[in-house]
């Protein structure tokens, strides 16, 4: 229910702060916390505003939200940080193996399993959503992780696309500085996803990235709730224009008709 208040926003910057709440049993503080999302998102508050209405209910948000060298639930897992995990995470986005991550990070497969298994754990456990904000924060950066940032996939295990180098480049950089560009990628991945495409594939071989890689180097205009909000009309027009693109092209190439 809360992903689709949230315009469905890129999913590892939400879902993370928002499993806890679709169940029968979250709080009422816990509900509370849900609709400051919801009217951060809707631009009915302002971003500081919303900040310091959620920390004085105990909660943290994506903006505040610190890793504390105290705080229990930030401690290592089998000497895997939280940004270890949020960069293996990212870097599996683009092919690269856990094997191949464990042996960057030094560690066995089996202690790397557990530590994936017990992060989740820890955000599920966490009420104050302070490690799955700081997660969020983290898988932003992940390019920049010193032992995992430089991984590449090994041949043929990277996601497969005829979209020039050169090209992907372009479409990166466009992304992380043409906020437009971002939110119509957005737009049309959700408008495939309703046309029963899938949408990560289709954006693959439209623009050469993975999803990972959007979400990633389009972070910080997520952290953004004003912006957010200001682009959320252009967004749900340009998931209109792409929905009725798909549903016309299904027959065909739909990634040779569509034009930015």
Same mark, same amino acid.
């Given at each position: 229910m809360f992903k689709k208040m949230f315009k469905n926003l890129t999913d590892n910057l939400t879902e993370k702060l928002t499993d806890n709440l679709m169940n029968n049993q979250t709080s009422k503080s816990q509900e509370n916390y849900a609709e400051q999302m919801r009217q951060a998102y809707g631009g009915q508050i302002d971003q500081q505003k919303f900040d310091s209405q959620v920390s004085a209910m105990g909660y943290t948000t994506i903006n505040s939200a610190k890793e504390d060298p105290n705080d229990p639930l930030m401690q290592p897992i089998h000497g895997v940080t939280l940004f270890d995990y949020a960069a293996g995470a990212g870097k599996m986005g683009e092919g690269v193996s856990e094997d191949q991550i464990c042996v960057a990070l030094g560690i066995e497969r089996p202690m790397w399993d557990e530590a994936r298994k017990l992060w989740e754990a820890r955000m599920k456990e966490d009420?104050?959503?302070?490690?799955?904000?700081?997660?969020?924060?983290?898988?932003?950066?992940?390019?920049?992780?010193?032992?995992?940032?430089? @991984?590449?996939?090994?041949?043929?295990?990277?996601?497969?696309?005829?979209?020039?180098?050169?090209?992907?480049?372009?479409? @990166?950089?466009?992304?992380?500085?043409?906020?437009?560009?971002?939110?119509?990628?957005?737009?049309?991945?959700?408008?495939?996803?309703?046309? #029963?495409?899938?949408?990560?594939?289709?954006?693959?071989?439209?623009?050469?990235?993975?999803?990972?890689?959007?979400?990633?180097? #389009?972070?910080?205009?997520?952290?953004?709730?004003? @912006?957010?909000?200001?682009?959320?009309?252009?967004?749900?027009?340009?998931?209109?224009?792409?929905?009725?693109?798909?549903?016309?092209? @299904?027959?065909?190439?739909?990634?040779?008709?569509?034009?930015?």
């Open positions: 009420k104050s959503f302070n490690v799955a904000n700081v997660y969020a924060k983290y898988y932003g950066e992940y390019k920049k992780h010193e032992k995992l940032g430089s @991984l590449t996939p090994l041949p043929g295990a990277a996601p497969q696309t005829n979209v020039p180098s050169e090209e992907i480049e372009a479409n @990166l950089k466009r992304i992380e500085e043409d906020k437009y560009f971002f939110f119509e990628m957005q737009a049309a991945m959700q408008a495939a996803y309703d046309n #029963g495409i899938d949408g990560a594939q289709w954006l693959l071989e439209t623009i050469g990235i993975t999803v990972s890689q959007f979400n990633s180097t #389009g972070a910080k205009y997520m952290t953004d709730f004003g @912006l957010v909000a200001q682009m959320m009309d252009f967004q749900d027009q340009k998931q209109k224009e792409y929905s009725a693109k798909f549903a016309q092209d @299904l027959g065909g190439s739909i990634a040779d008709d569509v034009q930015f």
